[in-house]
Structure formats: structure tokens, C-alpha cells
């Protein structure tokens, strides 16, 4: 099976954010942005080093993860999907942002660095700030983003959705190639809100034992998909 449509890929609701107002004053993100040099509003929002900072935030279980997109799109722009110019990865953040991303984009392995590329590209708006983009943000919903992209049978895979074999759910998408999206969370715990269920032609669970992690899913589909057009 092969179709020179590309896979449209959204990692939603990603756990990505800079630092917001009302904990800028904490002392873990106070010492934090002062050993970065950074003001605190425009630093990534991190557990790992918020933790205390955060347990007043609403919503806070999903907010403050930003490895779940840094390692879910080192997965998916070095696939062979990707490779072949068959792939476009878009994030979608909780707070309503969406981030494109070029197919030519190399992503630091580094987490560190990571973390100030995004800095940056919420700061400036695009990167590079000058030239040609790899990566740039807009203010934008997840149902504005499928209307842009031309997404009208969208995939959401989700724990509470029909049970099917990621293989069928490959299959349905490159079936339904251009016009499908297929939707992985990009947050640590909890559930899709509502609105985004709405937009789902279809939801469906891949595994019912422990919640797998996003790149856990990301490689298993992209693999899937690259075998059954015959790239590996």
C-alpha cells in the first residue's frame, strides 16, 4: 500500500509553556530564571524544576512537560516517513498555541537545548528570528488548526476509546489519506478535554494496560505506517 499523501500528525494539548504570571514570584522559578539569566515569564514551564511552584496551578497534572515533545518529535522527524517528505507534525499546546514545524527541522537531542530553542520560538514568534523558519507559533485552536490543514477525518487516540490494533488504525488513515489527522496526547496524566473529543471522527485505545507514553505511540504508528508503504 502506498499513497503520495502525507500523514498529518498532531501531538495535542502538549504540556508546553513558559513559566505563567502568577508563579513568577516563586522561589523555585525565581532561583531558576536567575541561573538561566532569563526573566521568569520567559522560561519553559518544568516540573522537574517547578514542582512546588506548580501545585497551585489549575490543571496542574497535564501542565509542565515539555520532554513529552522533545522525544516524540525526535521520533518522528528521523522516521522514514519523514524522510520521504511524507509527514507533517504539528503541536498543539494546552494553552491554545499551535507550533509548525518544517520536515527539514533537526531537533537538538540535547534536552537543554531544546528547551531554549522553544524559549526562543515563543519569544521571537519563528525560528530562525530571521530568514526562513524551521519552526513558528501561532495563536491558534485544535479545531482552527484540522480547518487549516484540511483535516476532515480525524483520529484521537485515547485510553477511553474503541479498542483496535494500531496496524487497522494505519491502515484507516492512509485509507482516508489526504483528509486525516491522526492525534496523540502530548501531556503526562489526565484526559483529552471534551472540545477535543468533539472533533474526533474517531477515538480509539491501542493498549488497555498501563497509559503508554507519547513516543511510545508516536514510533509504533509512524513504524506501522512506514512498513505498509513499503519504506522499510
Do not use: C
Not at 525565581?30 to 512546588?52: E, F, N, Q, W
Not at 502530548?186 to 472540545?195: I, K, L, V
Request: net charge neutral; charged share 25%; proline share 6%.
Amino acid at each position: 500500500m502506498r499513497t503520495q499523501h502525507n500523514l498529518k500528525l498532531i501531538l495535542a494539548e502538549a504540556a508546553l509553556e513558559t513559566v505563567p504570571r502568577e508563579i513568577w514570584g516563586h522561589p523555585a522559578v525565581y532561583r531558576h530564571a536567575r541561573r538561566r539569566g532569563k526573566p521568569p515569564g520567559s522560561i519553559l514551564l518544568d516540573r522537574s524544576v517547578h514542582h512546588h511552584a506548580m501545585r497551585k496551578l489549575p490543571n496542574a497534572e497535564k501542565r509542565g512537560r515539555p520532554d513529552i515533545v522533545h522525544v516524540a518529535l525526535l521520533e518522528a522527524l528521523s522516521s522514514p516517513l519523514n524522510r520521504e517528505g511524507l509527514l507533517e507534525v504539528y503541536i498543539h499546546t494546552l494553552n491554545d498555541y499551535v507550533i509548525f514545524v518544517d520536515p527539514s527541522t533537526r531537533i537538538p537531542r540535547n534536552y537543554n537545548r531544546f528547551t531554549g530553542l522553544i524559549e526562543q520560538l515563543f519569544q521571537e514568534g519563528q525560528v530562525p528570528p530571521q530568514g526562513k523558519p524551521l519552526l513558528w507559533i501561532k495563536s491558534m485552536t485544535l479545531k482552527r488548526l484540522l480547518e487549516e490543514i484540511n483535516a476532515s477525518y480525524v483520529i484521537l487516540l485515547a485510553e477511553d476509546g474503541e479498542t483496535k490494533r494500531v496496524r487497522e488504525i494505519v491502515a484507516e488513515t492512509l485509507e482516508n489519506a489526504p483528509n486525516t489527522a491522526i492525534i496523540v496526547g502530548a501531556f503526562p496524566h489526565g484526559d483529552f478535554t471534551s472540545e477535543t473529543k468533539e472533533l474526533a471522527t474517531r477515538i480509539y485505545s491501542i493498549y488497555h494496560g498501563n497509559p503508554l507514553e507519547t513516543w511510545t505511540v508516536v514510533s509504533h504508528f509512524l513504524a506501522l505506517a512506514a512498513d505498509m508503504l513499503n519504506l522499510i
